[in-house]
């Protein structure tokens, strides 16, 4: 089977540095995606990584190390519309690849 | 504008009641898939579909029907509605790795 785990909740201020966590446990491995979703909004795409490092686009930054199956999504500068839920997401074996299995979301709240 | 649209935004449904949610994308992806999301409990596969003509069940797929009646629409169907499927209801499409794009949302509560 496949399980993600990512903290339930992370509180950081206006301007700060946030790094949101996510382990998986997968047989057979294809990418770590990360999705953010504003309340009662739909989630939308943020990043992918197929291969270990960083991989920075703009104040969002998304980490991989294949070897520890953990990830992460680090957060510059915040701003206070980055509060939002954000999900880890990897590729299921049993859909040949093709669809997604989530996290249950790490919320993210940005105080003044 | 390029998307992902579902409708309807909202439905109360008594409990034993049908109803049909639509679903097209414009992107020309072959992928689509119909996921729910409930407090606390992430997103969770209901149906997929890779191409035209084709569905696979997800993870919790029981209670629910699907039809891709072509590349750009696919429709989820609850025959006998319970208030278990009270949920909010994504529609999604992608093409190969690329990320999902995800419609707005259908907010179903069976009473």
């Known amino acids: 089977g496949q399980s993600l785990e990512q903290p339930s909740e992370v509180t950081a201020v206006e301007g700060a540095i946030v790094q949101i966590n996510c382990t998986y446990q997968?047989?057979?491995?294809?990418?770590l995606s990360w999705y953010q979703q504003h309340d009662g909004g739909a989630p939308t795409f943020l990043s992918y990584n197929a291969l270990d490092g960083l991989e920075e686009t703009g104040r969002f930054s998304s980490f991989l190390s294949r070897s520890d199956s953990y990830g992460y999504l680090l957060l510059q500068e915040l701003q206070m519309k980055d509060s939002a839920s954000y999900f880890c997401?990897?590729?299921?074996?049993?859909?040949?690849?093709?669809?997604?299995?989530f996290g249950s979301g790490t919320r993210l709240q940005v105080q003044p | 504008n390029a998307g992902v649209t579902q409708t309807p935004k909202f439905q109360v449904l008594k409990t034993g009641q049908s109803m049909t949610l639509q679903c097209a994308q414009d992107m020309n992806h072959n992928s689509m898939y119909w996921y729910r999301q409930d407090p606390g409990m992430g997103l969770r596969l209901i149906h997929y579909?890779?191409?035209?003509?084709?569905?696979a069940k997800g993870e919790v797929p029981d209670g629910y029907n699907v039809s891709r009646l072509n590349k750009r629409e696919f429709s989820l169907r609850l025959e006998s509605a319970a208030p278990s499927q009270t949920s909010v209801y994504f529609c999604?499409?992608?093409?190969?790795?690329?990320?999902?794009?995800f419609g707005s949302g259908t907010r179903l509560t069976v009473v």
């Open positions: 579909s890779v191409g035209e003509g084709t569905t």
């Open positions: 997968t047989s057979g491995f294809y990418g």
């Open positions: 999604a499409s992608s093409e190969s790795t690329d990320g999902y794009t």
């Open positions: 997401a990897v590729r299921r074996e049993d859909t040949g690849r093709r669809a997604l299995t």
